[in-house]
């Protein structure tokens, strides 16, 4: 089952494939007014008379394919460009699209999602269909490309976006930012977040990192996410080499029901650093999926459970790794309750109502524990770390990870799998 036709049908865009954006932004806090200049490098995968990219919101005024300008049209959620000669298949191109508005987080199943306003700045939390609240593009988990992205707002906000700092100048009371992310990135892990913030550096076991957040936090952050450097090390033996040049925590000023991940970075709540570690679990969380989504993401919104229910197994990682409870007594308390809930998901392809439901990320994770106990902690952990070798910066499948399971283990372990993704009955989990 393909996640882009049956999750999101109307996100997503045939004919081509992305290989970088270079969004050029000029924002302002006050109005919430954004003027944008998407370049976006791209190869076509058939032969285009047309092609459309997911902009929401938003209004394109001009485009230019390959330096001539283009047509253009415009609906609900897409922008369709029409090229003055058609594209080959195979050509790479260049599109140009200047594009302007008030942006504002679109409405879906699971929510509101894109960009949106905060009390004083802005975060964009655009898992799974909100990156075309602020840039054109293919909005795809699979199709990956670079990022640079260039922002330019008012001189009292700092701003964080993916990647590495390469530049900041201030001129006439505006402040620029440029961040380069070179890894592939998918769209929805592609970020701005502006606030009045500090800028802290820190050292993570190695990793270069920062800590953002309001100033009368910064003994909160720093107590809450002092655990960082022990949690890289942790899980830079458990999973590999951390795949970024850096990793930036954005702590915002505001209150968030959820904390998300980024690529390179994290996103948390003012109520998510409480100066008592209160959010250890989910700090972890989010870092995991740095191997776990971020570098090594779905290739359909179906497989979700590949990165929620890893992220969600990292937790109880973590926990075994500083003292805690044992992954294996989390994962059967966990197989308790889930046994006490309803048997009504299929974790492996839930559907899109579901597939933010904590029963696959509770039931995914759980999935990791049965096959840790059923093959050893040495094949267990080399078949983590292979995945994160094997699939680094790409996308990645269930059947792509029951196969390297099966390898790693020396037997078929499709029954294992296709009882726990697949079965709506909760299994016993294997005596490790
Ligand atoms: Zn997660």
């Not at 380069?180 to 977040?193: I, N």
């Not at 850096?246 to 959820?258: G, H, P, S, W």
């Not at 197989?335 to 048997?343: E, F, N, Q, T, Y």
Request: aromatic residues 10%; proline residues 6%.
């Amino acid at each position: 089952m393909t996640g882009r036709t049956t999750y999101l049908p109307d996100s997503g865009n045939p004919g081509y494939r992305t290989s970088s954006y270079h969004l050029d932004l000029v924002y302002r806090v006050s109005t919430n007014r954004l003027q944008g200049t998407a370049t976006i490098t791209a190869r076509a995968t058939a032969d285009l008379r047309r092609l459309s990219f997911d902009l929401v919101g938003l209004r394109a005024s001009k485009v230019r394919v390959d330096g001539t300008k283009a047509r253009l049209s415009q609906t609900a959620a897409k922008l369709v460009v029409v090229p003055p000669e058609a594209i080959d298949a195979g050509e790479e191109f260049v599109v140009v699209i200047e594009y302007a508005g008030a942006p504002a987080p679109r409405r879906s199943i699971w929510g509101t999602v894109g960009w949106e306003e905060l009390a004083d700045g802005v975060i964009v939390a655009a898992q799974p269909s909100g990156a075309p609240t602020w840039f054109p593009c293919n909005d795809d988990p699979s199709d990956k490309a670079s990022y640079v992205i260039r922002v330019a707002t008012e001189q009292p906000y700092a701003v964080v976006c993916n990647g590495v700092l390469a530049e900041r100048s201030t001129k006439s009371g505006r402040t620029t930012w440029e961040y380069h992310q070179p890894e592939p990135t998918s769209t929805y892990l592609a970020t701005v977040q502006i606030g009045r913030y500090e800028i802290l550096p820190v050292d993570l076991a190695g990793v270069p990192g920062t800590l953002a957040g309001p100033p009368a936090l910064r003994s909160r952050i720093g107590h809450d996410f002092g655990l960082l450097p022990e949690m890289m090390t942790a899980f830079t033996e458990r999973f590999g080499p951390y795949p970024f040049a850096a990793y930036t925590v954005v702590v915002t000023d505001d209150d968030l029901e959820i904390p998300l991940e980024a690529q390179g970075l994290a996103i948390f709540g003012a109520n998510h650093a409480d100066g008592r570690s209160g959010s250890e679990r989910l700090i972890a969380h989010e870092l995991a999926h740095q191997w776990f989504g971020n570098s090594v993401g779905v290739a359909s919104w179906g497989e979700i459970w590949l990165n929620e229910g890893f992220a969600c197994y990292a937790e109880w990682l973590w926990s075994e790794a500083s003292g805690g409870p044992s992954a294996a007594r989390l994962a059967a308390s966990a197989r308790a309750r889930l046994a006490g809930l309803p048997h009504d998901i299929v974790v492996g392809d839930p559907g899109p109502d579901a597939m933010f439901d904590d029963r696959v990320y509770k039931r995914g994770a759980v999935t990791l524990q049965a096959l840790r106990a059923r093959v050893g902690d040495d094949v267990f952990f080399d078949t983590l770390r292979t995945w994160t070798t094997r699939h680094h910066h790409g996308v990645a499948t269930t059947t792509d990870f029951v196969a390297l399971a099966s390898e790693k283990a020396g037997a078929d372990l499709g029954e294992l799998f296709d009882a726990w993704l697949f079965g709506l009955a909760v299994p016993a989990l294997p005596r490790g």
